[in-house]
């Protein structure tokens, strides 16, 4: 986020750790146009030169490779079937299921940067299969999904309406249960909600706290402690299920 008067404002819910790790990442995304080659997998399933554009949040740097990775490895949660993603930026984990299988991909966020950045790299690797839409989360959604996913920002707080960056690791706690009311009304019968949270990010973005209190069922099938890179910590993926 941009250092400036409204600092205080946008960390302003977080303890001193909480800030520090912010800082720290905010540093080192969406800073220049790259290209970067992602293994999938883990295994060499590489996808080759995946655009990130500045101003959009590098998902290879924190936990958007693990969000992508668990997609890959559970694909019968998209294979032939509909799905919706809020808060696409980069596109990564649209282009993975659109890839692996996945029957149609509504692909939304609020940012022109990460629109432009999901279009470039659908095009890039031949992906029909993708709509990207501008939108307050399903602001321009019409379609209904067997899978809905967002790679939710971490931290509770108030970012700058034009930072994009900060946007990506902070959001409004009211914003998250907005999101999670307004998903019922775009979830198939027996759909899925699939979201990813951080240990460092604390209860107000924790759908294991969030989530069960507006009629879901949430269940915690994976966990990886990162101990390298700049987002060390627990990572945990919740798929949640209403009640």
Known sequence: ????????????????????????????????????D????????????????KGVWNPFLASGRYHARYLFYHSDLFYGKDVIEIGVGSGI????????????????????FAVENTKINAEKYGLKNIKVVKGNLFENVKEKADLITWMIPFFAGYPEEEDTIGKSMIMPPELFERFLEEAKNYLKSN???????????????????????????????????????????????HELRLE
């Open 191 to 237: 759909g899925v909600v699939l979201i990813p949270s951080f240990s460092l990010g604390g209860d107000l973005t924790d759908p294991r706290k969030v989530a069960k209190n507006l009629g879901y069922k949430v269940t915690t099938p994976w966990t990886h402690s990162s101990i390298n890179g700049i987002q060390q910590g627990a990572i945990y993926m």
């Open 93 to 112: 984990m649209s282009v993975v299921m659109a890839k692996y299988g996945a029957k149609n991909i509504t692909a939304s966020d609020v940012s022109s």
């Open 38 to 53: 992602f293994d999938v997998s883990g295994e060499g399933d590489i996808l080759k030169n995946f655009a990130l554009i």
């Open 1 to 36: 986020m941009k250092i400036t008067k409204n600092m205080d404002k946008a960390l302003r819910l977080m303890n001193n750790l909480q800030k520090e790790t912010v800082l720290t990442q905010w540093k080192k995304h969406g800073k220049e146009n790259s290209e970067v």
